[in-house]
Nanobody, 119 residues
Framework: QVQLVESGGGLVQAGGSLRLSCAAS????????MGWFRQVPGKEREFVAT????????FYADSVKGRFTISRDSAKNGVFLQMNSLKPEDTAVYYC????????????WGQGTQVTVSS
């Protein structure tokens, strides 16, 4: 089974930047997309960004469009999430996930990395 490990989270002031990384290892397989999601305690996990694996097509949540950029990390078979102009409302645990070729959903998830944006 694939393991996904996120890194790069931390504490940053509003207006600052962070870059998250997600590395895949273990029994990797073909997937159609990798994505980033985030969750705040007491709220449902929400979609942030995704990248389609065969053509690098990207799609973003409206709340992060123009500020966040998802890209592939070919060396680690994973993805980056460059987050600029961070806002306090971006504070959350960020998770990466993969959508296998046989599935319509993101079936494999990492453990998450905390991002805290202070005002």
């Amino acid at each position: 089974q694939v393991q996904l490990v996120e890194s790069g989270g931390g504490l940053v002031q509003a207006g600052g930047s962070l870059r998250l990384s997600c590395a895949a290892s273990g029994r990797t397989f073909k997937w159609t997309a990798m994505g980033w999601f985030r969750q705040v305690p007491g709220k449902e996990r929400e979609f942030v960004a995704t990248i389609r694996w065969n053509d690098d097509f990207t799609f973003y949540a409206d709340s992060v469009k123009g500020r966040f950029t998802i890209s592939r990390d070919s060396a680690k078979n994973g993805v980056f999430l460059q987050m600029n102009s961070l806002k306090p409302e971006d504070t959350a645990v960020y998770y990466c996930a993969v959508k296998p070729v046989w599935s319509a959903s993101y079936d494999f998830w990492g453990q998450g990395t905390q991002v805290t944006v202070s005002s």
